[in-house]
């Protein structure tokens, strides 16, 4: 069983090409991008067989769709989480963004850079400094210690020594790995390893931050702690992130907005409370069924509104989560205003957060 709440108005979902919310350059813009996997995927674009299922395609010309017409924005400081099943196209998704894959169609934009049209030459310069990579696999060169596995970025474009050690003993003060300088990567833990991967990818001081499932490969407890070090790095350095999971916990405690796939096309896109609180369809639904929904909705999925009764409680914001505002509201048995800004744009009361809690515990 699902929760019944219902906002007295459901947020629009966001377009796919909804502009950045500053009103900057988007750091990441996707239009249109398509990847099709085959000898002939030209010509498939050019045809109707594009407008076929994954699967009827695969079976029609032997070729697959791995991205199918996905367009998004990422803010500048966003972390924006792609996720979605094995085989949903979050991985293609991501080697696209910076052509490790080359799409089919489509266009890709780094702070207004089109690198789909870059030269070989350009596109590598842009890899070097403009952007970083975090893997599953971490990729640590085993026989460097750790302040060469993060200095070797630095390396590859050509700083001094002096400069690139400089530079990974920040970033190994940075991630809380003070004292592991000389350590070889088998003498680490999983955890301590991807920790020299973010050390690595920051250490170049890239403009955007790009994650490949980075923890999926670690124990639960350990991983937990990755996130939290991420969302902590993401406080102290605020670099725009773009993050791939399957998991949709780790999604909904890392992400601004979150990007749902399935068969390589995007099904939803949303902040947490959007996606926890209006699935767009069944498969959604499914994903977040077992979400604690007052963890994840804010006050005005909950809220009524006023109905000119006079209120002297507490003071919300309707961004706030319920599970947040939960000991205020019933500490004060009765209704207490919820405003944007200045605005009064509802109440909500002890009733109002009981029924999301009850809901929990009756799915």
């Known amino acids: 069983m699902t929760t019944s709440t219902t906002p007295p108005a459901q947020p629009a979902q966001p377009s796919a090409s909804a502009v950045d919310r500053s009103g900057e350059t988007p750091a990441v813009h996707v239009e249109g991008l ?4 085959g000898p002939r995927a030209d010509k498939i674009m050019a045809s109707e067989d594009s407008q076929l299922s994954r ?40 080697r696209l963004l910076t052509r490790l894959i080359e799409p089919t169609a489509g266009v890709i934009e780094l702070f207004g850079e089109d690198i789909t ?37 630095l390396e590859v474009r050509g700083e001094h020594k002096g400069e690139r050690r400089n530079r990974a003993q920040e970033m190994i003060d940075l991630v809380g790995l003070s004292g592991y300088e000389n350590n070889f990567p088998d003498q680490l833990s999983g955890g301590m390893q991807q920790r020299v991967g973010l050390a690595r990818a920051l250490a170049a001081n890239p ?21 939290i070090e991420v969302i902590r790095l993401h406080e102290e350095v605020g670099k725009t992130m773009v993050f791939i999971t399957h998991d949709l916990a780790e999604a909904l405690k890392l992400g601004d907005r979150i990007l749902i796939m399935r068969d390589g096309a995007v099904v939803q896109m949303g902040t947490p409370d959007e996606v926890v609180g209006a699935p767009a369809d069944d498969y959604v639904r499914d994903f977040v069924s077992d979400v604690p929904k007052s963890h994840v909705l804010t006050l005005k999925w909950v809220m009524r509104q006023p109905n000119g009764q006079e209120l ?3 003071v919300l914001q309707s961004d706030q989560i319920v599970r947040d505002a939960a000991r205020a509201v019933l500490d004060h048995h009765g209704p207490c205003r919820v405003v ?8 909500v009361d ?13 799915d």
């Open 55 to 94: 699967k009827e395609l695969q079976e029609k010309t032997g070729h697959v769709v791995g991205v199918r017409d996905v367009s998004f924005d990422v803010a500048p400081g966003e972390v924006f989480v792609v996720m979605g099943l094995s085989g949903s196209g979050k991985s293609t998704l991501v």
């Open 34 to 37: 398509w990847k099709i996997f």
């Open 350 to 362: 002890d009733q109002d957060i009981l029924r999301v809690v009850v809901a929990e515990d009756e």
């Open 312 to 314: 002297d409680g507490p």
């Open 207 to 227: 403009e955007i931050m790009m994650f490949d499932e980075p923890f999926s490969a670690l124990d639960p407890l350990i991983r937990r702690d990755m996130q």
């Open 340 to 347: 944007e800004g200045d605005k009064l744009v509802g109440v």
């Open 117 to 153: 049209a870059m030269s070989e030459r350009d596109l590598l310069e842009t890899r070097r400094r403009k952007v970083s990579m975090v893997f599953q696999h971490f990729g640590l060169l085993p026989h460097r210690k750790v302040v060469d596995n993060i200095a070797f970025g």
